[in-house]
């Protein structure tokens, strides 16, 4: 195979830079949010669709498992047939699917837009930041960084509020009615302002067989994950673990013969990389872990309401809006891994201080509590973005951001099932020990991300 391109690529001159970053953002953002949005109307759903609350759960969930089967196989077809084209594909696929929500009916037709709605977004999410990568130049790569961070720390919360602020005047099909004009816009940007692949692999071709594989593999990794959350008896349980290690293995085994493999073992190779993706997946495990955890500690354990937790865990993810563009600028002064290390423990730090607030915490002190989490992950997120996408040859940039993207979704719904594992378990003392653990995962990640500093940094984060 041979490598053909402009290998002198060095991002997209201004403003066309501007209006690329904005068409990224508006897919991204589209994508996340609507991991969440649905969740504030699921109970109004229930009733107007006359199905359980039980039922009603399928609605989020089949969103959120068509992009974790599809997510590394985007990636990979991105790397074939082009990065612009995957997102342009999946901001289409996206856009219709918001219309197929808007206009269903019943659980099925609903369920089933969800999930082409699901691989709308996980093609989006699988190349963005390798688009990012392209857009910025190489010595400013932080900065397009720290943007997607910000777009992807205001968009998680952003769903519910956004959710309220629409059924206050309108009925639930709205929450994806929205999508479509935003959608339309986002692809006109793109088609204009995102650039092409600069580097390509000749003779390279996607199998299909390795993506049925993946999905088959991924599928059953989550669903074993939030079985038990989700009360499914465990003999179905067991028989999925059982499943999985026999799909898993054999798939594990074929793609370690592959050239370029749709799981990216080539890539976990490079030290640098790897250290980057189990760092990045101890963080997302300690984030959604205290997510999850902090509502019922704040309403139990100290009388808070909902209204008013909601308003109190918006600190978090505020301070990050902040901090994570900051965050991106450093990294090209500072070496990412030390960056990553200090954020990491700082977030380690204000988890301690949560885990053991005073009996009668008043507002202010948990808020500044949570900036300090939030500071931390800001300060964390970044550079490690940055030190991951730039540690892969520029041809498997797709599959680095895939990996990126997985890692993140693998954290965040292990985090989420550690949390009810932990409920079931412990009973009231369950979010005080999610929030140690919390701590604890926190730094972990913070000593690996230490580590980096003994290895070589890529070239495009290289201090000159």
Not at 413 to 430: I, M
Request: glycine fraction near 10%; charge should be positive; hydrophobic fraction near 50%.
């Amino acid at each position: 195979m041979k490598i053909v391109g402009n290998t002198e690529w060095n991002g997209l001159p201004m403003p066309a830079r501007l209006w690329a970053i904005l068409a990224v953002s508006f897919g991204v953002s589209l994508s996340v949010i609507d991991g969440t949005i649905a969740n504030v109307a699921l109970p109004t759903m229930a009733r107007m669709l006359d199905i359980s609350s039980a039922n009603s759960i399928w609605i989020v969930n089949a969103y959120q498992l068509a992009i974790v089967i599809s997510l590394l196989s985007f990636s990979a077809l991105g790397d074939t047939i082009g990065y612009r084209k995957i997102y342009l594909g999946g901001l289409i696929v996206f856009t219709v699917a918001s219309l197929g929500c808007t206009l269903s009916n019943s659980l099925p037709t609903l369920v089933t837009a969800r999930i082409c709605q699901g691989f709308g977004a996980a093609a989006i999410t699988s190349v963005n930041t390798t688009l990012i990568r392209f857009i910025y130049p190489k010595n400013q790569l932080g900065r397009g960084m720290g943007i997607n961070a910000t777009v992807v720390a205001v968009s998680s919360v952003a769903g519910p509020t956004i959710a309220s602020g629409i059924l206050s005047f309108a009925t639930w099909p709205w929450l994806f009615a929205i999508n479509i004009p935003i959608g339309i816009v986002a692809f006109s940007l793109s088609k204009r302002f995102l650039p092409p692949n600069p580097i390509r692999v000749r003779g390279r071709k996607f199998d299909w067989r390795d993506g049925a594989m993946n999905a088959l593999t991924f599928g059953l990794l989550i669903l074993c994950i939030e079985g038990y959350s989700h009360n499914i008896d465990l003999k179905y349980i067991f028989i999925g673990i059982a499943l999985l290690i026999v799909i898993g293995t054999y798939f594990v085994r074929t793609q370690l013969r592959k050239e370029f493999p749709i799981l990216p073992f080539d890539l976990l190779k490079i030290p640098i990389f790897s250290v980057s993706v189990v760092t990045s997946i101890c963080s997302f495990v300690a984030q959604m872990l205290a997510m999850v955890a902090l509502p019922f500690y704040l309403q139990q354990a100290f009388g808070y309401t909902q209204v008013h937790t909601g308003l109190l865990m918006t600190a978090w993810p505020a301070i990050i809006m902040i901090v994570a563009p900051i965050a991106g600028r450093l990294v090209e002064r500072v070496h990412a891994g030390a960056l990553g290390g200090v954020g990491l423990l700082i977030m380690m730090t204000g988890l301690l201080l949560l885990a053991f607030m005073p009996g009668a915490p008043s507002a202010i002190s948990i808020v500044w509590r949570l900036v300090v989490c939030g500071i931390g992950f800001g300060l964390f997120q970044s550079p490690n973005n940055s030190i991951l996408i730039a540690s892969a040859p520029q041809q498997r940039s797709g599959s680095a951001s895939g990996m990126l993207a997985t890692a993140r979704l693998l954290g965040q719904t292990t985090g989420a099932a550690l949390v009810a594992l932990l409920f079931h378990t412990t009973s009231e003392q369950g979010s005080h020990i999610a929030l140690l653990l919390a701590a604890g995962l926190a730094g972990v990640g913070s000593l690996i991300s230490f580590s980096r500093l003994s290895l070589p940094l890529p070239k495009e984060l290289a201090k000159k």
